[in-house]
């Protein structure tokens, strides 16, 4: 069975019109080809008898500007296994993809993480909200869901809105100017391009495609929430008899999580069946208590708002070159009476002017520093 585009696009839409879901981009059909330019493979030797290919750009309608070269090499973010099948990110695709981003330097990150934190924090608050809607989104349910059902789609739809994000990292950078809107739009296609290519296995390979698809989006709807909630279980689980103290939890099921304190494994797939355990034990509190241990974790960090379970990102790779407004992301824009104004030339007038300034302005010093000099020479005797 072939996923039609336009309805795995209408269905989204249908349940959960959010910022999160836009991102999954629906796999392509044979009868309507993805628009969306991909990214082209590694460029060809260079051959007489052919010319260069072209860098390719992803284009806005609205403003007439390319702003990104897709053609620019990083490093995708949808690996296969042994099997040759995608390894689903267990990290934030958005966080992931700011490493590939070819033209997200090292400089920014001092800029980013106070985001990611902050993201981090928002997160924690809406899991502690709405803990008896994250148990049940995540009881099963998903992994279960059927199109066949509707309502119950819908209704599982409706029950994760809650949890969802009303923008992505993507988004948020570039609306605090922390990422120029070329940085974010390329961080966009790069998370979006891994999801397509989600979609695109599961077309080709899953029994019940269109279900598969929807579960895929809703399960993405809620991963930065779900990472969240992991953190907290994991950090929780290292600190449980002090946050049970101070919680003032007296039930049986929170003297058994004080029994289970311990320190996290070093070993990712120890730690995660470490994490589960204590996850399991957790979910035996009621919601009450729950949330009040989640709080009283909260409040034995230094900062509250601060999760000592965020790492600083990484975004150096090898070969990486920070190519912002470099030549390879310039572009034109036509104004609203049809001029075209050249973004590389601008620049350059732009950077003439500075340098032009710069001269200017250490001239004006030498020339004070020499009054200056000269007002304080000793005078001679009259």
């Keep these: 069975m072939r996923l039609d585009t336009k ?21 392509p059909s044979e009868k309507e080809p993805a628009k969306e330019a991909q990214p082209a493979s590694e460029p060809a030797a260079e051959s007489a008898a052919e010319p260069q290919a072209q860098p390719k750009r992803v284009t806005s309608r609205s403003t007439n500007v390319q702003r990104i070269n897709t053609s620019v090499p990083y490093p995708k973010l949808a690996s296969k296994d042994e099997n040759g099948k995608i390894i689903r990110l267990a990290e934030l695709p958005g966080i992931v ?11 920014a990150v001092d800029r980013i993480m106070p985001v990611i934190y902050g993201r981090r924090a928002r997160f924690e608050h809406l899991v502690m909200q709405n803990l008896d809607l994250y148990w049940l989104a995540s009881d099963g349910r998903l992994e279960e869901v059927s199109l066949s059902d509707i309502n119950e789609l819908a209704q599982l739809a409706e029950l994760i809105k809650p949890l969802v994000g009303k923008s992505t990292l993507s988004q948020e950078l570039q ?5 120029s809107r070329t940085q974010a739009e390329m961080n966009s296609y790069i998370v979006n391009e891994y999801k397509q290519a989600i979609t695109t296995e599961i077309q080709f390979n899953a029994e019940d495609p269109m279900s598969e698809v929807m579960r895929f989006v809703l399960q993405d709807s809620i991963h930065e929430a779900t990472l969240a909630y992991n953190a907290m279980i994991a950090e929780g689980s290292t600190n449980a008899k002090a946050i049970v103290e101070k919680a003032g939890l007296i039930s049986p099921a929170a003297k058994k ?3 289970m304190q311990a320190t996290l494994d070093e070993d990712p797939a120890a730690q995660q069946a470490q994490r589960d355990r204590f996850d399991q034990a957790f979910r035996e509190l009621s919601i009450d208590d729950g949330i009040a241990f989640f709080q009283a974790m909260r409040s034995l960090r230094e900062v ?8 600083r990102i990484d975004v150096s790779r090898r070969g990486k ?3 912002t407004g470099s030549e390879a992301f310039e572009g034109h824009i036509t104004t609203k009476d049809g001029k075209v104004i050249s973004t590389k030339e601008a ?12 001269a200017e302005y250490e001239e004006e010093l030498r020339k004070q520093r020499e009054a200056n000099k000269q007002n304080n020479e000793p005078k001679g005797d009259d």
């Design 321 to 323: 070159v920070d190519v």
């Design 97 to 107: 993809a700011l490493k590939a981003n070819p033209n997200v330097g090292e400089s």
């Design 304 to 311: 509250p708002d601060l999760s000592p379970m965020v790492r």
């Design 257 to 259: 999580l004080a029994s």
């Design 7 to 27: 309805t795995i696009a209408a269905l989204a839409g249908l349940l959960m019109s959010t910022s999160a879901l836009a991102q999954v981009a629906p796999p």
């Design 175 to 179: 609306n605090r100017g922390i990422l």
């Design 347 to 358: 620049r350059e007038r732009a950077q003439e002017n500075q340098a032009k300034k710069k």
